[in-house]
């Protein structure tokens, strides 16, 4: 990092240009600079595939040995033009490869702003998050995911979006920004929620106006058909738990040992075919106690399948991951592995996977008051799915 120190003022010393116009010299410079390089890159990628072809055409008009029929002077004239044609073909690799790594280096940069990767400790909680997609080379796609520390505790959303493509990736950015703004504006979960769901509303209402026949557009997915399952969590000061499930598989509790589900409470309708209820009852989930952690989940966890059609067995692999202690990274390592294992490295859903573990020192008093709620022991996933 580079710091600039404050210093008194000065005046302008002669023969040395102004800030300003030093400035704007810079930066005529590296215009010039820039714009120079593409021109360059704009004729090589040009001018070599001409003078490939040149090459081979001045070879067959002008050289007397491509005149003769002779079986020497038409194997020298096959190597000729085969080399003029492996250069262009090489030629064109070379650019294709080129436009892949930009669209490489943008998708990366879309995948930091969408989902950029949350910090390891926010506000005494640990936290470690994961992310693959199910379209193969594709770094984002329609699971959202984000973690921030506010006044009224540390919010978390998780969500998925129906669909894939540039379309579902539209929605999670909508959502997403919304939500960084409403979880630090709204003292309560419920006008957080609100908020999300006019956001998914008006969204869908451009792309309806957006892929209107009139506008010749295809589009990706039938907005009609759009909605989005998300799972609003709080942790207040002294470990304190509160959700809002809109049709979401709920997190699972992680103690050294075991995991149990968080909750059972039928959960309220995905956020897009239906309104919202007056009443948006949110549910007191307990304490997270030191110690103790969170694992939450898209349903493309649940729901990957081996070769026989059998579903992933989350809650075993979530076992095996706490067997020693809770630890977010190893949690994650493991259940990854056993997941791709499962599946067979073929996975037809995009899977997020975040973990938040309590390290604040202190917390609620020991006793059965104090813990998060578990709500059975024997969560197997085909049960409360």
């Known amino acids: 990092m580079i710091r600039i120190k404050a210093g008194p003022p000065r005046g302008p010393r002669p023969g040395v240009p102004s800030r300003g116009r030093l400035g704007s010299v810079v930066a005529r410079g590296v215009g010039h600079d820039g714009r120079g390089s593409r021109r360059l890159r704009r004729a090589f990628t040009v001018g070599l595939p001409a003078a490939w072809g040149a090459t081979a055409i001045t070879y067959k008009l002008t050289c007397p040995l491509a005149q003769q ?114 979880a630090h504006d709204e003292p309560e979960l419920a006008p957080v929620l609100r908020r999300l769901d006019r956001t998914l509303a008006r969204h869908l209402r451009e792309r309806v106006r957006a892929e209107h026949p009139s506008s010749g557009r295809d589009p990706d997915n039938p907005v009609a058909e759009e909605f989005v399952t998300l799972l609003l969590l709080e942790v207040g000061r002294e470990g304190e738990l509160r959700a809002l499930n809109c049709g979401h598989p709920w997190p699972y509790l992680l103690k050294r040992g075991g995991a149990v589900p968080l909750d059972r409470t039928e959960p309220l309708p995905p956020l897009g075919p239906f309104a919202l209820p007056e009443d948006l009852p949110v549910t007191d989930c307990g304490r997270l106690l030191p110690g103790q952690a969170l694992f939450l989940h898209t349903d493309g966890a649940e729901d990957a399948r081996d070769a026989h059609g ?76």
Do not use: C, K
């Open 310 to 385: 059998r579903f992933f067995p989350l809650f075993a692999a979530l076992t095996e991951a706490v067997r020693d202690d809770v630890v977010p990274q190893t949690v994650l390592r493991t259940v990854f592995a056993a997941l791709l294992r499962h599946a067979g490295a073929r996975l037809t859903d995009d899977v997020a996977l975040l973990v938040l573990r309590n390290d604040r020192r202190g917390g609620a008093p020991s006793g059965t008051r104090g813990n998060a709620r578990p709500v059975a022991t024997d969560p197997h996933p085909a049960n409360h799915r």
């Open 69 to 182: 029929h002779a079986l020497g002077a038409r194997i020298v004239g096959s190597a000729v033009f085969l080399a003029a044609g492996a250069g262009l073909l090489l030629h064109v690799r070379h650019a294709y490869l080129r436009e892949l790594r930009q669209a490489r280096r943008v998708a990366g940069a879309a995948q930091s702003v969408l989902l950029r990767p949350p910090p390891p400790w926010i506000d005494g909680l640990r936290v470690a998050a994961a992310q693959v997609s199910a379209d193969r080379g594709a770094t984002v796609g329609g699971d959202l995911y984000e973690v921030i520390a506010t006044e009224h505790g540390v919010r978390i959303v998780m969500g998925d979006v129906r669909g894939h493509g540039l379309a579902a990736l539209a929605t999670a950015a909508a959502v997403l920004g919304s939500f960084r703004e409403a």
